[in-house]
């Protein structure tokens, strides 16, 4: 696996940064393959259908990541909410280091691309079910019904996905930090139900 490899991985890694950072509009493909420091037949060779076929496996590349996050988390961690409080101080640290540049890898682009763009809205799809499953899991080995831990994981995904955009807004980590751990609060008040 010599360059050619290399240089579709760094393109994607280049295109995954800058759509979190500035958003899939303003981040044009020149850009993406100045940061990846890819030749430009590179982009072209290894996404043909151009800039959305990027954006999408963008989308399924950054969503993979959190959920092998969450799965890692999640084997380390000794219950859901101590889960949701891990993952709270992992976001925080990263929006600070990242000066609250960064915001979810997912977020920005795809309500820029969805409706418009069925491939973009179906690997946002894939990436959020990913997410929730790896929580359902967690929650559903510690004793919540099928329901619950559904239920609970949507909300979960919602609330830290608010929580990024306010966090960047207010250059604090704050909301992460507080609505993680109002979820961890929550979730042991259902599981607390359940037993």
């Given at each position: ?19 979190r ?23 072209y ?57 960064d ?34 899991g ?15 994981a ?18 604090s ?8 751990e ?14």
């Open positions: 696996m010599g360059a050619p490899s290399r240089h579709r991985s760094n393109i994607l890694n280049a295109a995954v940064t800058l759509f950072r500035r958003g899939y509009a303003a981040t044009g493909l020149n850009d993406i393959l100045q940061e990846s420091r890819a030749p430009k037949g590179s982009l060779h290894y996404f043909p259908q151009g800039k959305e076929q990027l954006g999408e496996e963008a989308a399924l590349l950054a969503g993979s990541v959190v959920s092998q996050t969450l799965r890692t988390l999640a084997a380390e961690q000794p219950s859901a909410a101590e889960v949701m409080r891990a993952y709270g101080r992992m976001l925080a640290g990263w929006l600070e280091a990242s000066a609250f540049k915001g979810c890898p997912l977020a920005t682009t795809l309500l820029e691309t969805t409706p418009q763009s069925p491939r973009m809205a179906a690997a946002g799809q894939q990436a959020f079910n990913q997410w929730a499953a790896e929580i359902r967690v929650l559903e080995r510690q004793g919540a019904d099928r329901e619950t831990a559904r239920r609970l949507q909300l979960a995904i919602a609330a830290i996905e608010g929580a990024l955009i306010q966090a960047r807004v207010e250059s980590a704050r909301p992460v930090l507080e609505s993680t109002e979820i961890a609060f929550l979730i042991e008040a259902r599981l607390a139900k359940c037993e």
